[in-house]
């Protein structure tokens, strides 16, 4: 079965300070996608970043990163240099098929809230 | 506007109301998707159009009723509601090519619909 596991419900950083959140995934498809999102008190996910199963380096947008390590199945998100304005929840997914069909779906985590303390 | 809009942002409501949430997307996709988010619980797929074909429903209650009437525009329709469907209901879109699930087709959310049943 797919699943995506995030172990931290809560952590806090000061501001300026990197930060890891931690994402393990399950799947027996050797084809999948990993996303990660943000989700500020006002609701909205936004699309952080995407790591691909096949991708050979580890993806990197602005100050965020993914750390990939396949073999042990985890797809870290690396906040650098935190801001008062990334504190969030912050949820892990991963796209696998469903059914086998051409729509495929994103299997969500229950995600970790960020607090940024000045 | 741009990228996925939805109405209303908040909707209070009685168990023997009907109402209707709408989702609009501006990004030119061929896929949206409903979602629901629960107090801790992990966001849930409930239903996914493709190309305004309906392609899976997640096991989702009658209560609730989908409709697209074109790759722009998604309603889900509310009756007979009970206290425990309050939460925030999610739009997302993408563009789907078919691929696997290792393809790169990003889901872009709306900002919610916030829905208390009394």
């Known amino acids: 079965a797919q699943k995506i596991t995030q172990t931290q419900p809560g952590m806090f950083v000061q501001e300026k300070e990197a930060v890891t959140l931690d994402c393990t995934y399950d799947?027996?498809?050797?084809?999948?996608?990993l996303f990660w999102y943000k989700q500020p008190s006002s609701g909205e996910m936004i699309f952080l970043i995407y790591?691909?199963?096949?991708?050979?380096q580890n993806a990197t947008e602005g100050r965020y990163s993914l750390n990939f390590q396949k073999a042990r199945k985890s797809a870290n998100l690396v906040i650098s240099a935190s801001q008062l304005g990334d504190s969030a929840m912050y949820f892990c997914a991963m796209r696998a098929p469903w059914h086998g069909g051409a729509t495929n779906k994103l299997i969500f985590g229950t995600g970790t809230l960020l607090a940024v303390q000045p | 506007e741009t990228g996925v809009t939805q109405t209303p942002r908040h909707l209070v409501m009685g168990m023997t109301n009907k109402k209707s949430l709408k989702c609009e997307q501006h990004?030119?996709?061929?896929?949206m998707y409903w979602y629901k988010q629960s107090a801790k619980k992990p966001l849930e797929l409930m239903f996914v159009y493709n190309f305004k074909e309906q392609t899976e429903n997640n096991s989702v209650p009658s209560r609730f009723s989908p409709e697209c009437p074109n790759s722009s525009h998604l309603f889900l329709h509310l009756h007979t509601l009970q206290p425990e469907d309050s939460a925030l209901y999610l739009c997302?879109?993408?563009?789907?090519?078919?691929?696997?699930?290792?393809?790169?087709?990003?889901?872009?959310f709306g900002p919610g619909t916030r829905l208390l049943v009394l």
């Open positions: 990004l030119g996709h061929n896929a």
């Open positions: 799947t027996s498809d050797p084809s999948y996608g």
């Open positions: 997302a879109s993408s563009q789907e090519v078919g691929g696997r699930g290792g393809s790169t087709e990003t889901q872009y």
């Open positions: 790591q691909g199963s096949y991708d050979q």
